[in-house]
Nanobody, 117 residues
Framework: QVQLVESGGGSVQPGGSLTLSCAAS????????MAWYRQAPEKQRESIAY???????TYTDSVKGRFTISRDNAKSTVYLQMNNLQPDDTAVYYC???????????WGQGTRVTVSS
């Protein structure tokens, strides 16, 4: 069973920055495709960034140029650096791990990000 623990959420003013972390308790972390999703109030959960096991990254348009996803396989951790945060970025952010060998998908418990003045 894979466990994912997110941290780093909080409140920030528009234009500010936060870095989210997601620590995975799993062997062979490097084979997982890791992703960040978010769910804003009264909206569906959306994928915003993912990173493959070969470090290829993909972003949704709304965060391109502002957010950066990265991974440290030695620490079994994935990060989301978020810059120039805006009120529309307010959401609960979830870490997701996809096992490319088994097709299993795992979720963290979420961390809340609030952007307001």
């Amino acid at each position: 069973q894979v466990q994912l623990v997110e941290s780093g959420g909080g409140s920030v003013q528009p234009g500010g920055s936060l870095t989210l972390s997601c620590a995975a308790s799993v062997s062979s972390f490097s084979r997982y495709r890791m992703a960040w999703y978010r769910q804003a109030p009264e909206k569906q959960r959306e994928s915003i960034a993912y990173i493959t096991n070969t470090d290829t990254t993909t972003y949704t348009d709304s965060v391109k140029g502002r957010f950066t996803i990265s991974r440290d396989n030695a620490k079994s951790t994935v990060y989301l650096q978020m810059n120039n945060l805006q009120p529309d970025d307010t959401a609960v952010y979830y870490c997701n791990a996809f096992d490319v060998l088994t097709g299993q998908r795992y979720w963290g418990q979420g961390t809340r990000v609030t952007v307001s003045s």
